[in-house]
T-cell receptor
């Protein structure tokens, strides 16, 4: 079974530029999560999708971050404009459904904002 | 709000030594508890989990017991190997039966370095 795929793996941009990350969850997984992991800290949830609907985006900085999951499969996370403090690893995870299902994580996208 | 506190690292120990990483949590209700591991250059992997009080999760020689009375979920391994060098994260899912809100809340991570 293929795991959670993410691209790109690394991205370097200048502040005020825009950037987008892509995630393809495990086939059949209804729930998709985006986490932000700042260096030296644990991951923090940004947004959770159930199929193509948002169920939790309370920690998403909506003035600059946006995310979508068209057709309930893959997802994109966008930052526009980026700030220095957005430098982090962006992790995508998926689970079969919500509830006590194990979340499976992708390798992450490491973003450096200069 | 929900929170997880784990001991800060780095923890450096010799091969075959005993490893303990302390983890305590704050949450309402009956959370599920997890340990995730992140090997160098790789993504997070689930190491073990426990879904109710007194449950013991185990995998690859690691164990952790869900202690509701002390709100703890300490990770232990009796004899570590060099290959166990990684960052370990304790996490909870506070409302696991609800469609919304089963997000994972993570601790800050503990780096473990095992020397030959």
């Amino acid at each position: 079974e293929a795991g959670v795929a993410q691209s790109p793996r690394y991205k370097i941009i200048e502040k005020r530029q825009s950037v987008a990350f892509w995630c393809n969850p495990i086939s059949g997984h209804a729930t998709l999560y985006w986490y932000q992991q700042i260096l030296g800290q644990g991951p923090k949830l940004l947004i959770q999708f159930q199929n193509n609907g948002v169920v939790d985006d309370s920690q998403l900085p909506k003035d600059r971050f946006s995310a979508e999951r068209l057709k309930g499969v893959d997802s994109t996370l966008k930052i526009q404009p980026a700030k220095l403090e957005d430098s982090a690893v962006y992790l995508c995870a998926s689970s079969l459904r919500s509830g006590r299902e194990t979340q499976y994580f992708g390798p992450g996208t490491r973003l450096l904002v200069l | 709000g929900d929170s997880v506190t784990q001991m800060e690292g780095p923890v450096t120990l010799s091969e075959e030594a005993f490893l303990t990483i302390n983890c305590t949590y704050t949450a309402t209700g009956y959370p599920s508890l997890f340990w995730y591991v992140q090997y160098p250059g790789e993504g997070l992997q689930l190491l073990l989990k426990a879904t109710k009080a007194d449950d013991k999760g185990s995998n690859k020689g690691f164990e952790a017991t869900y202690r509701k009375e002390t709100t703890s979920f300490h990770l232990e391994k009796g004899s570590v190997q060099v290959s166990d060098s990684a960052v370990y994260f304790c996490a909870l899912s506070a409302r696991p039966f609800q469609a919304a809100g089963n997000k994972l809340t993570f601790g800050g991570g503990t780096r473990v370095l095992v020397k030959p």
